[in-house]
């Protein structure tokens, strides 16, 4: 049986340039087990989240989670672009939102806030064993109203 020890250097890229771990065994795999994810780490994964840096401490960003074999999981699923199939089997889908409407007078970062706050939890799964994969292939509106999300 392959693990995720033997994936990782699989991986592993031939370079004499090597990054540090976690950074160099981050991987963005298409095959997932189903196997559900307990609670604590799922907070511990939303928590590393809350800590990422934000201009201005506005930390303009909320998340939404659906475990596999939920109503939730399954209206995420359906707004999926073609080729993106593969995450219908992962354990969890997690909706990444930044805050677009910015009442204070500074510019808004919160698309770079969010995509910083996005690497943190996915290097938090990835220390506690998981692994993840970012996706931007899916439609935003679809996921807006099925899902009741503000905009
Ligand atoms: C913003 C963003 C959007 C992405 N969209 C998709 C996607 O829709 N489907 C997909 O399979 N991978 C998607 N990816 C994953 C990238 O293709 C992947 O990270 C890249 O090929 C590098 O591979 P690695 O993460 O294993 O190093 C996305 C990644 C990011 C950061």
Known sequence: MITTQDLIKL???DTSILVSSPL?????????????????????????????????NAQPWFFYYAV???????LIAQTLMQGNEWATQAPLLIV??????????????AKYDLGQAVLSLVLQA??????????????????????????
């Open 24 to 56: 160099s065994e981050r991987f963005s795999p298409r095959v997932y087990a189903s196997d559900p994810i307990p609670e604590n780490d799922l907070m511990k994964i939303f928590e590393a989240a809350r800590w990422s840096p934000s201009a201005m």
């Open 126 to 151: 990835q220390l506690l064993g998981y692994h993840g994969r970012q996706m931007a292939g899916f439609n935003k509106l679809q996921l807006l109203e099925s899902l009741q999300l503000p905009p």
């Open 11 to 13: 991986k592993q890229p």
């Open 68 to 74: 596999r074999g939920t109503k939730s999981f399954d």
């Open 96 to 109: 990444a939102c930044y805050i677009t409407q910015d009442e204070s007078k500074y510019e808004s970062y």
